[in-house]
């Protein structure tokens, strides 16, 4: 990893200046829909889509020719009270199955033709157990945010995000829980598939870690380095950096939701920029989607995370983008308007 | 349009010997979809839809590296009456604005890398109105279906279904009406743009066109010959052509999916090998797909026809199969299971 480059005060004065939409781009994108070639309104969500990369790229028009795909890999202490299916050798094994193609994630980015990078974060050094202490100080979580933003590189015009680290749905429901409130029982689900006593066990774990933090001081990045892990944090730094950038975000399934909700939490439109793949099977998803507001693309019973979900919603944002580009005007194609 | 090989008989007969699912692809599919890294229906619906390409493509691995959309396009008499926003002339013009890939449907194409193919079926010879007579006569309707099938040619691995035509979401609605009952406000929507008054002569033409046809004898092609038109009876054909060369097919919205229940209604198997891309805005759509049992794979509200939903959903169909075809198994990646 890099040297730390912020210090979670520098995030949030960064957080007070994010960039805004682009309203003039976003104008231009409407005019140019009510001209192309199919009923007003006829492409749905991809008209929306397409306007939103305008606004968010700040050009007119948006594409998505060179869309990355960023997976961060973390471990993490709380792993150790067996809240997972699998054990935590599982998140490296993984790791190696990224980078020898023959993970979900890797076919997907050949499918819709995306740059596939891993970010492996201190495997061998997980968070502390978040039951006991903070998952991390202040400056390992201020380091994995920087290092998150390094995803962010000239050249790339959407960024689909997600995370590998076994135990880290219990990760994200005590943070879920800490930021929105409610019962563990709300936030916590099978994760890779724990059941019967193992899912009550998870349970106490997400409740006990969540009453040992929250009564820390309300700040959501707090909340992030107390429940969170590296993952989560180099999310949240992907997140920041690609507004910075103008490059549109697609968010993946219950894991990344819970840490760019982190960003929400702060200020309801930090994620303006982003919008979410698809609904995981993992119940605290949709629990978290309804809190931030966003409707996923899609429901396909999906939760598998490594950005898989994101991954296969950027051919939603290239189709948007492409008609948007690529269609003929009434005008140009010589199709007569409404009699 | 070449020579008619077929008389409604003859597709009848036919009909009578539809190839079967083949459950030996299909039992392999799920050995395999088991011993991949991620945690048992991870992927959710993208492990049903590979374990559906192999039953239905009847090979293990199932592929879809040679997609094909393929539109059909024909005029209507009852266009005559108002019944669409747009002038007749309308499908013409489409017609050459596919041909010059300026429409939607060639964006989509480019996207998902899928071969686009246009059927244009005698515009300048619109059906008859059916509020008055029979949209076609027996030949008319088995030559359309004869046609329809020279779209399943050898080498496509999976076929997109749509249409284009003004005035279709007319004919759609009767056909619905009389294939499933109800009234004619369960079926009729605004298509390209029609609302007030229009709307409500949409629906008087509905309820007329469906009373005077569906006291005939009530078989599935009857209707669609007497309510139908060229481009739904081809749709028809190319997916009775489908089935029998074993080459999955994607639906598209109302009209297509309209021309498909013809044959549900015939036998509740013969769309076995369909999957449906997207719920329309089309307000019948909905309802249709309920009364075929099929729920689409995705609601973006578009309403624009031409197999633009059909042809985005070929990305998922494609996404399935890459990770099926193409993931690690727990072995190979030396990925530990669950502990």
Known sequence: MPEPVATLDEI????????????????????RESQLTKPAGALGRLEELAQWLAIWQGRHPPHVNHPRTAVFAGNHGVAARGVSAYPATVTAQMVQNFIAGGAAVNQLCKTVDADLRVYEMNLDQPTADIVEAAAMSEEECARAIAYGMMAVEPGIDALALGEMGIANTTAAAALALALFGGEATDWVGP?????????AAKREVVAQAAARHRAAPADPLE???RLGGLEFAALVGAILAARMARVPVVLDGYATTAAAAVLYAADSHALDHCVVGHVSAEPGHRRLLERIGKPALFDFGMRLGEASGATLALAVLKAAAACHAGMATFAEAGVSGPA
């Open 191 to 199: 994760g890779t598939g724990v059941g019967g006593a193992a899912l």
């Open 12 to 31: 949030r004065a960064l957080m007070a200046h994010l960039p805004g939409p682009d309203l003039e781009a976003g104008t231009a994108a409407a005019l």
């Open 223 to 225: 909340l992030l380095r």
